[in-house]
């Protein structure tokens, strides 16, 4: 069984950095692609950024592009979400999901999220 | 960016009841078209993908329907358990998008 638990999220400064992890259950994470995806309070779901199972690729969202950047780390089932130069507009839930294929596709799963409050 | 529009976003219906929500794409998405349930306080879950073909432990009162830019999701008898938010999500194209959601209420 796949199981996402996300971690790292809070309250943070408006221009401060934040990293959020998500811990993968399963032995074929070095398959998966996975995702970040957010949503902001009484909004719909937002795809944010999507790393390649063998990492040779990464895409990103406008919004974010040049401020966060999704890693992994296989060895540890870990997916990454370094957010930096953050904004108020960036308060959501952010939600890990894993992707059916290794090189994008629909998400199959998802975490059960964790909340970012960028806020001074 | 593929921009999706949903309609309606918010339909009042009755348990048993036949609906129909729809989904527009701004460009031809193909068949790369999946279906998520947002129930409040959980995170969204699988319902349809590839359009047409449901998830995994999804009942066959769930039926997905359409092609390009076109796209419906039919719940042929609607369940108490049935009323939350549906959304549409497009793959086939970088940047994935959703559409702002339908919700369905009593």
């Known amino acids: 069984q796949v199981q996402l638990v996300e971690s790292g999220g809070g309250v943070v400064q408006p221009g401060g950095s934040l990293r959020l992890s998500c811990a993968a259950s399963?032995?074929?994470?070095s398959n998966w692609g996975m995702h970040w995806l957010r949503q902001a309070p009484g909004k719909g779901p937002e795809?944010?950024?999507?790393?390649?199972?063998?990492?040779?690729?990464?895409y990103y969202a406008d919004s974010v592009k040049g401020r966060f950047t999704i890693s992994r780390d296989n060895s540890k089932n870990t997916l990454f979400l370094q957010m930096n130069s953050l904004r108020p507009e960036d308060t959501a839930v952010y939600y890990c999901?894993?992707?059916?294929?290794?090189?994008?596709?629909?998400?199959?799963?998802w975490g059960q999220g964790t909340l970012v409050i960028v806020s001074s | 960016e593929t921009v999706m529009t949903q309609s309606p976003a918010t339909l009042s219906v009755s348990p048993g009841e036949r609906v129909t929500l729809s989904c527009r794409a701004s460009?031809?998405?193909?068949?790369?078209l999946a279906w998520y349930q947002q129930k409040r306080g959980q995170s969204p879950r699988l319902l349809i993908y590839?359009?047409?073909t449901r998830a995994t432990g999804i009942p066959a009162r769930f039926s997905g329907s359409g092609a390009g830019t076109e796209f419906t999701l039919t719940i042929s008898s609607l369940q108490p358990e049935d009323f939350a938010v549906y959304y549409c999500?497009?793959?086939?194209?970088?940047?994935?998008?959703f559409g702002q959601g339908t919700k369905l209420e009593i």
């Open positions: 999901a894993k992707d059916r294929v290794g090189f994008g596709d629909y998400t199959d799963h």
């Open positions: 399963g032995s074929s994470f």
């Open positions: 795809w944010v950024t999507f790393i390649r199972n063998d990492e040779s690729n990464r």
């Open positions: 460009q031809s998405v193909s068949s790369n």
């Open positions: 590839g359009a047409y």
């Open positions: 999500q497009q793959y086939n194209n970088w940047p994935q998008s």
